[in-house]
């Protein structure tokens, strides 16, 4: 088990704390995950995010290699920005790993994998895992940049999906404008020792810890992708309805010939949204039925969603379901309605 450099602020504030991805990470603190959750709605929260992976890779060959690892297109972007793009098996084109490319310098990219992905990350690409070096930060909500804005305006002014080196707390620290709640905000990277005044400084701004529980809570509603659920074995770009992230244009990427035959075969499944009425939630692998009881697909993710007021899921479905087709789902036994919807079940307020 790997502990954050903030386990100790974590377990100062009573936070229940859980295994996740070979990490002890909090899931939510006393104020509980509904509270947490409409704090980002809302107003500002900080997570603790130090579990995901940094892997950096730098050096004049550095944007060659991600180039033919990756499927979106850094040039694209330039220095200074961030880009989300997957990492896919050569031979089927299941999403090894969803990544976001932070392009520090000209020659420094932080590639951001998912928790348990870092070493399957780093044999792909290469680079040097940089995980236990740093904590990450995510400030999430409405109010994020206010609040960074009251000790640190230079963080707060990074962009969305804009990436800066910024001094935080006399700190030297990457900031990115990046996220995973459907709401503004920033990640900050700070060295280890820097951790701690950093949470304690977003604390006392006015910033809500959050755990696992509302980030998770918050990420569906937003209808972003769970990697394990909606992303993974089995799963392409494709069929996660994330085309846009894969950049035909390239004269290579790995498993772009896998994912150009699924292309022109034509697509067998997709991802849909599912309203469900009431508060009993269909979880993941739940089975899905048309209204003549034919199963049609099957849940990915499934939750009470605290700002509609009832459950929402994710789900891989036949290409002939629709949005408006009323559907069913078998949890235990028992047949729950929902209407498949379009996605994002919760928009960021403009």
Not at 49 to 62: C, D, F, I, N, P
Not at 92 to 118: C, G, H, K, R, Y
Not at 164 to 189: H, K, L, N, W
Not at 195 to 223: K, Q, S, Y
């Amino acid at each position: 088990m790997r502990f954050s450099p903030l386990d100790a602020q974590h377990r100062s504030l009573d936070a229940k704390m859980v295994p996740f991805g070979g990490w002890d990470m909090p899931l939510a603190y006393p104020s509980g995950t509904l509270a947490e959750h409409a704090a980002c709605r809302t107003g500002a929260v900080i997570f603790d995010v130090s579990h995901l992976g940094t892997v950096r890779v730098e050096g004049e060959k550095a944007f060659g290699q991600l180039q033919t690892c990756l499927t979106n297109d850094l040039s694209r972007i330039a220095p200074g920005r961030a880009q989300y793009t997957h990492l896919l098996d050569e031979s089927d084109a299941s999403v090894l790993d969803d990544i976001i490319v932070w392009w520090v310098s000209e020659q420094i990219f932080d590639v951001m994998p998912n928790a348990s992905n870092t070493d399957r990350v780093v044999g792909a690409i290469g680079g040097t895992d940089t995980t236990a070096s740093r904590a990450v930060i995510a400030v999430q909500g409405p109010q994020a940049r206010a609040i960074v804005a009251t000790f640190c305006p230079d963080a707060a002014a990074v962009k969305r999906f804009t990436v800066e080196e910024v001094q935080v707390c006399g700190f030297a620290c990457v900031v990115a404008g990046t996220g995973y709640t459907g709401e503004d905000g920033i990640e900050i990277a700070v060295p280890n020792d820097g951790a701690a005044a950093v949470w304690n400084a977003l604390r006392e701004a006015g910033a809500i810890p959050a755990g696992l529980g509302a980030r998770d809570t918050l990420r569906l509603e937003a209808g972003l992708p769970l990697h394990g659920h909606e992303l993974g074995e089995g799963i392409t770009s494709l069929q996660a309805g994330l085309e846009w992230v894969v950049a035909w244009n390239k004269p290579d990427f790995r498993g772009k010939s896998a994912l150009t035959l699924e292309k022109e075969h034509g697509l067998t499944r997709r991802l849909v949204g599912i309203s469900i009425p009431g508060r009993r939630p269909a979880r993941d692998g739940t089975r899905v039925l048309d209204s003549s009881g034919s199963e049609i697909g099957s849940v990915s993710s499934g939750n009470y969603s605290p700002t509609l007021g009832h459950c929402v899921a994710m789900a891989f479905v036949k290409m002939s379901v629709n949005v408006g087709d009323a559907v069913s789902m078998d949890v235990r036994g028992t047949l729950i309605d929902g209407v498949v919807v379009a996605t994002p079940f919760v928009a960021k307020k403009k």
